[in-house]
């Protein structure tokens, strides 16, 4: 699970978004959707995993059971180990006693088909966060595309819901609305649709309610997402399966569709789990609960770095 250098590395850039649009898509490196297949994931280690008091839910957590932190780090090798049953290969970010919350690599970065965009943190005891994901982009020769500096954007509320058309999270206190717009405007200037989703702050990340699982089909949590949000997307074909409340707030939503029919979900969202497999889904359940209460899900807790079209 070290960084590798591939052969297909095609050289560390700081800055590879063209200013007027157009830029050139990787040749190898990115992904055009989130349900193309799923060859590469960077990972965070929960080596140094601390429950901190980072959203309402994990304040929850922190009052009523806090995080056992040896169950959560036996369970992160429990998605380790699914990622890899799956041919997934998996790159991991270097542990580093700093980052705390490290194990959620979904958040200081997001993969797109120009390379990867370096976010702005809101917490700061995770800000140390994006240097380590700029070190394991430049380790593995991915090139950035821009850097967010109007504000902060975590990675959760950069949603592809399909390709050239991208959902973003706006709930206030972890990614900002200045934030949002900087990263909408240069994907508008690419030419893709853009929709600023505005959620209230207790969701914390758009990945918590809305999560694509293969083309067009989608997973919504449809009591807590914004009706105009569940009415375009059915404009656009999507068949939304509903993720119930409870569920939803167990991070039931927050998935990992690995493309070609495959999924990693947790195993507390039982509902999501039924209805993918009775449509033919092969679905990995993974037991994520003593993590989540740290704040993220499966989702929150895996950057794609390729998905082959």
């Not at 699970?1 to 990787?26: W, Y």
């Not at 030419?191 to 914390?204: K, L, P, Q, S």
Request: with cysteine; hydrophobic share 40%.
């Amino acid at each position: 699970m070290a960084l590798d250098r591939l052969p297909h590395a095609e050289g560390f850039t700081l800055q590879r978004r063209n200013p007027k649009g157009g830029t050139k898509p990787m040749a190898y490196w990115g992904l055009q959707n989130e349900t193309d297949p799923l060859t590469d994931v960077l990972l965070g280690s929960p080596a140094h995993l601390f429950h901190r008091a980072t959203s309402s839910l994990s304040r929850k957590h922190l009052r009523e059971a806090p995080c056992n932190i040896q169950v959560a780090q036996a369970q992160h090798a429990e998605l380790v180990s699914a990622y890899e049953h799956f041919g997934v290969k998996v790159h991991m970010l270097p542990a580093e006693p700093e980052l705390t919350m490290q194990v959620y690599s979904r958040d200081s970065s997001f993969m797109t088909p120009y390379g990867a965009v370096i976010t702005a943190m809101a917490n700061w005891w995770r800000r140390g966060e994006n240097y380590a994901a700029l070190r394991a982009y430049e380790a593995m020769g991915i090139p950035i595309y821009d850097m967010v500096t109007a504000g902060t954007f975590e990675g959760g509320d950069f949603n592809v819901i399909e390709e050239g058309c991208v959902l973003i999270g706006c709930g206030g206190a972890r990614t900002q609305e200045e934030g949002a717009r900087q990263v909408a405007s240069w994907f508008e200037k690419e030419g893709w649709e853009t929709r600023i989703a505005f959620i209230d702050e207790y969701y914390v990340h758009i990945d918590l309610m809305v999560v694509p699982i293969a083309e067009k089909l989608t997973a919504v949590c449809l009591t807590c997402t914004d009706p105009k949000i569940v009415d375009w997307l059915k404009a656009k074909g999507h068949e939304i399966i509903d993720v119930p409340f409870a569920d939803t707030m167990a991070l039931g939503c927050n998935f990992m569709a690995l493309g070609n029919d495959k999924v990693i979900a947790p195993t507390s969202s039982q509902a999501l789990i039924g209805q993918l497999k009775a449509r033919g889904f092969e679905v990995a359940a993974v037991d994520t609960a003593e993590i989540s209460k740290t704040g993220g899900g499966i989702h929150c807790m895996a950057q794609a770095l390729r998905r082959a079209a």
